[in-house]
């Protein structure tokens, strides 16, 4: 499979993933951006299982519009998601969460950043589900 056609499915996948106010309003990041570098990687997260995260750039014009407003500048999240939670007190980042898929999104206006985070149960977890 070619990267441009790997690249496509993955932003299809991702519109899907994504809360519908947000499919449309981020790109893919350029290859070999990782979490290690978001100044949002400190934030503590789970605990077993397999963990991920993928970094989206947000449109400029939720980007400014985040950074003007606050969260009222956010678009909504539907019923899976929770609402956005702000992260510190100048309201540039957030976090909504999907507790039943296990997703978190972090949301940075102030470098344009989105962040979709997936944290899956460990196999042994797995086994032990009646």
Known sequence: MSAL???MRLARRLRQLLPPGLAGRVAL????AGWS???LAGLAWGTGGTRGGIR????????AAVRRHGDAG????DAGWS???PLGRRQLRFRA???QSRRVLLL???HGRLWLLWNEPSPARCRLRY
């Open 5 to 7: 056609r790997l690249r």
């Open 29 to 32: 990041a350029a290859a070999g």
């Open 37 to 39: 570098g978001s100044p």
């Open 56 to 63: 989206l750039e947000l449109d400029h014009a939720l980007a």
């Open 74 to 77: 956010l678009p909504q999240a």
């Open 83 to 85: 609402w956005w939670q």
């Open 97 to 99: 969460s999907s507790p």
């Open 108 to 110: 940075d206006a102030l």
